[in-house]
T-cell receptor, first 112, second 115 residues
Framework: GENVEQHPSTLSVQEGDSAVIKCTYS??????FPWYKQELGKGPQLIID?????GEKKDQRIAVTLNKTAKHFSLHITETQPEDSAVYFC???????????FGGGTRLMVKP | EAGVAQSPRYKIIEKRQSVAFWCNPISGHATLYWYQQILGQGPKLLIQFQNNGVVDDSQLPKDRFSAERLKGVDSTLKIQPAKLEDSAVYLCASSLNPVGGYEQYFGPGTRLTVT
């Protein structure tokens, strides 16, 4: 089955700096890669996603890049703000069904 | 649009007791998922329903866990008997359908503590 590795497990940045979280996946057939933000006591919230026919997608301060050859994808957050502090999860989905395999999560701390 | 609703939000039980969780998905969402999230880890899929049929339950510990989705809307997840290692947050998610709507929307979860 699919296996997703996520790094780093914790990331501390200064407000205004950029943050990058990286994930690798094992199943080359996976074609959908969402990113979720989870705040304390809440369920994961979808923040951006990318499909395998696209190399990059941007939404305001958030961008995701996908390298299918290397089987890795990354989340980029620019101009970080304290409210960006949360745990971020990447996930991958193979073409059959809609079963997501999640990475282990990255705890992002943005220091004011 | 109302989100995915779950109850209870918190539950504390002793080992060997039974417990049930309830989920109400977003209206019109045909697909419903139950995930287990152990502290410090990513969610792990337990079972996926398409309407009221099971699509995948390969990671559901069937000797103690059961789930149903009667009438293709609400769902319940049951654990009987509970073990200490079942302590986790149980998340319910829903999506339109696997083909047309990939996006999964999560509820707030039920935090289970087994003592």
């Amino acid at each position: 089955g699919e296996n997703v590795e996520q790094h780093p497990s914790t990331l501390s940045v200064q407000e205004g700096d950029s943050a990058v979280i990286k994930c690798t996946y094992s199943d080359s057939a996976s074609n959908y890669f969402p990113w979720y933000k989870q705040e304390l006591g809440k369920g994961p919230q979808l923040i951006i996603d990318i499909r395998s026919n696209v190399g990059e997608k941007k939404d305001q301060r958030i961008a995701v890049t996908l390298n299918k050859t290397a089987k890795h994808f990354s989340l980029h957050i620019t101009e970080t703000q304290p409210e960006d502090s949360a745990v971020y999860f990447c996930a991958a989905r193979p073409p059959a069904g809609n079963m997501l395999t999640f990475g282990g999560g990255t705890r992002l701390m943005v220091k004011p | 649009e109302a989100g995915v609703a779950q109850s209870p939000r918190y539950k504390i039980i002793e080992k060997r007791q039974s417990v049930a969780f309830w989920c109400n998905p977003i209206s019109g969402h045909a697909t419903l998922y139950w995930y287990q999230q152990i502290l410090g880890q990513g969610p792990k899929l337990l079972i996926q329903f398409q309407n009221n049929g099971v699509v995948d339950d390969s990671q559901l510990p069937k000797d103690r866990f059961s789930a149903e989705r009667l009438k293709g809307v609400d769902s319940t997840l049951k654990i009987q008997p509970a073990k200490l290692e079942d302590s986790a947050v149980y998340l319910c998610a829903s999506s339109l359908n696997p083909v047309g709507g990939y996006e999964q929307y999560f509820g707030p979860g039920t935090r289970l503590t087994v003592t």
